[in-house]
């Protein structure tokens, strides 16, 4: 992978990885109930009508990896 792209994708994964810590702290949890589809898809949804924000996006990349692994645990798989 080309380094400039390597760079990129592991500065978005640490803004994406600091998020994810922050709300943990703040109670946030259950991003990998399947109960919680709903609520995550609705997030989703209201995030991608949103101003693109690097913030923005940050959270939109969130919950497209929330919803990716309950589509991953319904395969059998398990969030690690």
Known sequence: ???KLFNASMEFYRACDVKLELKEKEGFTGWNNPE???LLK???EEHICRALTQDNL???ANYCMFLWNLIQIKKGGEAK
Do not use: R, S
Request: negative net charge; glycine residues 16%; aromatic residues 8%.
């Open 58 to 60: 940050i959270d939109i």
């Open 42 to 44: 609705g997030g989703f």
């Open 36 to 38: 919680n589809k709903k």
């Open 1 to 3: 992978m080309e380094d």
